[in-house]
């Protein structure tokens, strides 16, 4: 979105199947497939070695390791839609006239969202019945609607400490530039003035936050001073956008977290805006079950669903309970009946070979908790990540021989990579190899239905 770089140098040449050879494989073949080979564990340590302050650990990792080879990892610089827009903002605010600006590249898509969450304030828990989506965006960021068009509650890690407390968390954007501010003393006119925010939410920030996965798990045990691991969470000041039913309140500190907290695929916050034609791309870990015909069971049992990608199966109902670092019991938008034909075609083309995709219209369900009204459809193309033979049988022999390699593989699990210590001390790094494999993989499943997904796209 930000880089100025041609795409073809972002995504690397395009690629046939059977010149992947294991020497070509090792070629740091595209700049995006490169950053994701950089180790976040060395670059962490030394930032701990360094002395850095524990709560910008994580977001100055991610900065390093994802946004400085392309020269987007200044945490000093705001964010805007465009030029224009920052030409808008400095002259409402002469102060930020010497302000840097990141703004998207020209040419790319109008909209762009990253997930994270909304965790809570600093020494509550994070549950189910108060986090909710933090959206980040070159332009906006906040989470757009009430939950349950209400005030959530926040218990104390410590009853000893905190009282338990209710709060307004929603109902709206703060530009982004503006937001971590204090909040504004007059709300009467179209713009507001606020405090300034102590540091620009900027777009290592928001990648931070976006991956900032284990800031949920850190707020549930009674841990206080250096034992604290929330301590490690990235965090902003923030204020709901109050309401003719809703009087304001003063800003707290939040602790900010992994989209994967709530909503990992971007889904939610497509149908809060009123998508009607989503791809869903379902990057999972988890593979569709063989034993299961999903083609002849009558129904799908919880047993079987539980067995899926869990962002996935909670769009239809089927998580029904919480952990610590999910909380997706809330984020049911389809029928549990419309998953089976789901599976039922995703499963057919897996076993025929070919790439895992299927193309269906559902009914939106409504959802209160995210403010989706639900009652209309959409149009849903799941592109799962999955086996695909056709794919593997195309390799060449020594690429083949090492993916099918028991013990000795360089591909263990392919297609489905741990998140993180895929490799033994590496965080979330992977090898050349095993990056450009995926990332060839990913292209057929594409090329392969290139006739689907011009036609699903165009307007």
Request: proline share 7%.
């Given at each position: 979105?930000?880089?100025?770089?041609?795409?073809?140098?972002?995504?690397?040449?395009?690629?046939?199947?059977?010149?992947?050879?294991?020497?070509?494989?090792?070629?740091?073949?595209?700049?995006?497939?490169?950053?994701?080979?950089?180790?976040?564990?060395?670059?962490?340590?030394?930032?701990?070695?360094?002395?850095?302050?524990?709560?910008?650990?994580?977001?100055?990792?991610?900065?390093?390791?994802?946004?400085?080879?392309?020269?987007?990892?200044?945490?000093?610089?705001?964010?805007?839609?465009?030029?224009?827009?920052?030409?808008?903002?400095?002259?409402?605010?002469?102060?930020?006239?010497?302000?840097?600006?990141?703004?998207?590249?020209?040419?790319?898509?109008?909209?762009?969202?990253?997930?994270?969450?909304?965790?809570?304030?600093?020494?509550?828990?994070?549950?189910?019945?108060?986090?909710?989506?933090?959206?980040?965006?070159?332009?906006?960021?906040?989470?757009?609607?009430?939950?349950?068009?209400?005030?959530?509650?926040?218990?104390?890690?410590?009853?000893?400490?905190?009282?338990?407390?209710?709060?307004?968390?929603?109902?709206?954007?703060?530009?982004?530039?503006?937001?971590?501010?204090?909040?504004?003393?007059?709300?009467?006119?179209?713009?507001?003035?606020?405090?300034?925010?102590?540091?620009?939410?900027?777009?290592?920030?928001?990648?931070?936050?976006?991956?900032?996965?284990?800031?949920?798990?850190?707020?549930?045990?009674?841990?206080?001073?250096?034992?604290?691991?929330?301590?490690?969470?990235?965090?902003?000041?923030?204020?709901?956008?109050?309401?003719?039913?809703?009087?304001?309140?003063?800003?707290?500190?939040?602790?900010?977290?992994?989209?994967?907290?709530?909503?990992?695929?971007?889904?939610?916050?497509?149908?809060?805006?009123?998508?009607?034609?989503?791809?869903?791309?379902?990057?999972?870990?988890?593979?569709?079950?063989?034993?299961?015909?999903?083609?002849?069971?009558?129904?799908?049992?919880?047993?079987?669903?539980?067995?899926?990608?869990?962002?996935?199966?909670?769009?239809?109902?089927?998580?029904?309970?919480?952990?610590?670092?999910?909380?997706l019991t809330r984020n049911q938008v389809f029928s549990k009946d419309e998953l089976l034909p789901l599976l039922c075609q995703l499963q057919s083309l897996k076993r025929q070979g070919k790439p895992a995709l299927a193309k269906r219209k559902l009914k939106v369900l409504p959802n209160s908790w995210w403010g989706i009204e639900g009652g209309y459809g959409v149009q849903l193309l799941v592109v799962y990540n999955e086996k695909c033979r056709d794919f593997e049988s195309k390799l060449p022999k020594d690429t083949s021989d090492n993916l099918h390699?028991?013990?000795?593989?360089?591909?263990?699990?392919?297609?489905?990579?741990?998140?993180?210590?895929?490799?033994?001390?590496?965080?979330?790094?992977?090898?050349?190899?095993?990056?450009?494999?995926?990332?060839?993989?990913?292209?057929?499943?594409?090329?392969?239905?290139?006739?689907?997904?011009?036609?699903?796209?165009?307007?």
């Open positions: 979105m930000f880089s100025t770089l041609p795409v073809q140098h972002l995504l690397g040449a395009s690629t046939d199947p059977s010149e992947l050879t294991l020497a070509n494989l090792e070629k740091p073949e595209s700049a995006l497939g490169t950053v994701g080979a950089v180790s976040t564990m060395a670059i962490a340590k030394r930032l701990v070695k360094g002395g850095i302050n524990p709560q910008e650990l994580w977001v100055n990792t991610i900065s390093k390791a994802i946004l400085e080879p392309f020269g987007l990892h200044d945490l000093d610089s705001y964010m805007a839609a465009d030029q224009d827009a920052v030409n808008e903002i400095r002259r409402r605010n002469p102060q930020l006239k010497g302000a840097k600006f990141l703004t998207p590249a020209p040419g790319r898509p109008k909209v762009f969202v990253m997930s994270g969450a909304l965790l809570g304030p600093t020494g509550y828990k994070a549950t189910k019945d108060n986090v909710v989506s933090l959206q980040m965006s070159p332009d906006l960021i906040g989470s757009p609607f009430y939950p349950n068009n209400e005030p959530v509650q926040y218990e104390s890690q410590s009853r000893r400490w905190n009282p338990s407390r209710n709060g307004l968390v929603g109902g709206g954007f703060v530009e982004s530039f503006a937001f971590g501010g204090g909040a504004p003393e007059d709300l009467s006119n179209g713009w507001v003035t606020t405090a300034a925010p102590m540091e620009p939410f900027s777009l290592s920030k928001a990648v931070g936050v976006s991956s900032a996965g284990v800031s949920s798990a850190s707020t549930q045990g009674p841990f206080h001073g250096s034992l604290n691991p929330a301590k490690l969470s990235p965090r902003s000041d923030y204020w709901a956008i109050p309401s003719p039913q809703f009087e304001a309140e003063s800003t707290s500190t939040y602790l900010l977290g992994d989209g994967g907290n709530i909503d990992n695929s971007g889904l939610l916050a497509m149908l809060q805006r009123g998508a009607r034609r989503i791809v869903l791309v379902v990057s999972t870990g988890s593979a569709l079950p063989d034993d299961v015909e999903f083609c002849k069971v009558p129904s799908l049992s919880p047993d079987v669903a539980k067995r899926l990608e869990n962002q996935f199966q909670a769009n239809f109902g089927f998580w029904d309970k919480d952990d610590i670092g999910e909380f390699a028991f013990f000795t593989s360089e591909f263990k699990r392919f297609p489905h990579y741990r998140i993180v210590f895929q490799n033994a001390g590496s965080g979330t790094a992977l090898t050349h190899p095993q990056i450009n494999l995926l990332a060839a993989m990913s292209e057929y499943f594409v090329r392969e239905n290139a006739e689907l997904f011009g036609s699903f796209l165009q307007r």
